[in-house]
């Protein structure tokens, strides 16, 4: 595809529901981070992966958060037993092996708890 | 740990106005160092970047300079155009391909006055 895309745009979940935020990246780019960015703040690390295989996924805040790439190339974010802390705008980004140190980030999901 | 401050915004200047944003660093060995740029209602995006001590970083008018010495990265431009209005992050990335960790500041927002 043409950049990174990310779904939905926008979900509104109540506090305890499940959500899965997916990302698809840039055809053929090996490494996807995810990033957590409250509002006003910077993007906070989540997890990375390189192809298929996650090979950091310290910054995920809890076992409640959970993230995959099965197939080496679309990414799924799920957050069980959401809590208003959540709220936020999860971004996902993505390089290229020619190119590793510039990142393509997709428009993000805002996650909103009630 | 490693750490990316950088000066808090709103930074409002008119047009064709030098422009400053200054960006220290905290980090273990030799992290490479970048301004991405998030215009309204789109994703971040890279600006420039500089992988090494004393290299210069330049884009678009802007520009930055690693100095190893006082752990900075400001960036600068010359003259700003109201299209340039947008936050800016700094960022730095330390690892091996195994364990990339891309840490970001908490941005500054820049507004340009015609």
């Known amino acids: 595809g043409a950049g990174v895309s990310q779904s939905p745009r926008y979900k509104v979940a109540k506090r305890g529901q499940d959500v899965a935020l997916r990302c698809d990246p840039i055809s053929g780019h090996v490494s996807l981070f995810w990033y957590q960015q409250a509002l006003g703040q910077g993007p906070e690390f989540l997890t990375y992966f390189q192809n298929e295989a996650q090979l950091d996924k310290s910054g995920l805040p809890s076992d409640r958060f959970f993230a995959e790439r099965p197939e080496g190339s679309v990414s799924t974010l799920k957050i069980q037993r959401t809590q208003q802390e959540d709220s936020a705008v999860y971004l996902c980004?993505?390089?290229?092996?020619?190119?590793?140190?510039?990142?393509?980030f997709g428009s993000g999901t805002q996650l909103s708890v009630l | 740990g490693n750490s990316v401050t950088q000066m808090e915004g709103p930074v409002t200047l008119s047009e064709e106005a030098f422009l400053t944003i200054n960006c220290t660093y905290t980090?273990?060995?030799?992290?490479?160092l970048f301004w991405y740029v998030q215009y309204p209602g789109e994703g971040l995006q890279l600006l420039l970047k500089?992988?090494?001590?004393?290299d210069k970083g330049s884009n678009k008018g802007f520009e930055a300079t690693y100095r190893k010495e006082t752990t900075s990265f400001h960036l600068e431009k010359g003259s700003v155009q109201v299209s340039d209005s947008a936050v800016y992050f700094c960022a730095l990335r330390s690892g091996t391909s195994g364990t990339y960790k891309y840490i970001f500041g908490t941005g500054t927002r820049l507004k340009v006055l015609a």
């Open positions: 980004a993505s390089s290229s092996p020619r190119e590793v140190e510039k990142l393509f």
């Open positions: 500089a992988t090494k001590a004393d």
């Open positions: 980090a273990t060995g030799y992290p490479s």
